[in-house]
Structures are given as structure tokens and as C-alpha cells.
């Protein structure tokens, strides 16, 4: 058998990768990983979508992802407006109205 290992405590949501003693792995596929318009944080960024996404619809946030991978959310903007640019995902915005003011919803779809 293979010794028990001590997971570090999950502090973040975006901490969460490592669950029940699995280690996630995501997937870059070749013609990104090829793509010179694009740069490599956006290229790892791709992958996290792909992977947390759920009949080709990634609900997670800016702040989702920036706290993943530690930058700051515009930097998430920019990874995902490269991504866009290059026809690697699509962005579908809707702006929804609650009791405090409008919301603006962000739903990214992959595109394979």
C-alpha cells in the first residue's frame, strides 16, 4: 500500500483541487498549446475552463479564478478576452435585475 499523505488545509474555494486525496489534472490540447497569439497563463487558464465545465458551460467567476491562481481579476479579463479573440471560448453575458441593483452574469462556453 501507499502511505497516507496529509493534505494541506483548504483555505479558498479555489483551494479545492485537491480532493479526497485525488490530484486533478487538466488538459491543454495541442493547437493551443501551439498558438502563438496567446499567452501561456491564458493557455493554463483554457484548461481550468475545459475542466470545470459542464455540457461545455463554465459558470465560475473572475474572482473564482483569480483566486485559483492568484492574480488579480483583471488579469483573468485579459486571459479570457485572448482566449475569446482566438475562438477558443465565447463569453454569453446576461444582465439579470435583484433587489440591490443589476447583476451582470457571465456564463463562458468552450468552444472544442
Not at 489534472?25 to 483554457?46: A, Q, T, V
Request: contains cysteine; proline residues 4%.
Amino acid at each position: 500500500m501507499y502511505p497516507s499523505v496529509k493534505l494541506p488545509e483548504q483555505k479558498h474555494e479555489a483551494d479545492k483541487t485537491i480532493i479526497n486525496n485525488y490530484i486533478m489534472y487538466y488538459i491543454i490540447p495541442e493547437k493551443i498549446i501551439k498558438d502563438k497569439k496567446i499567452s501561456p497563463n491564458s493557455k493554463l487558464l483554457y484548461a481550468v475552463i475545459s475542466h470545470e465545465s459542464f455540457d461545455y458551460m463554465c459558470d465560475k467567476t473572475n474572482r473564482w479564478f483569480s483566486d485559483l491562481f492568484g492574480v488579480d481579476r483583471k488579469s483573468i479579463s485579459r486571459w479570457i478576452g485572448q482566449l475569446d479573440e482566438s475562438g477558443y471560448i465565447r463569453r454569453k453575458t446576461k444582465i439579470s435585475k435583484d433587489e440591490f441593483g443589476y447583476i451582470n452574469y457571465t456564463r463562458l462556453i468552450v468552444i472544442k
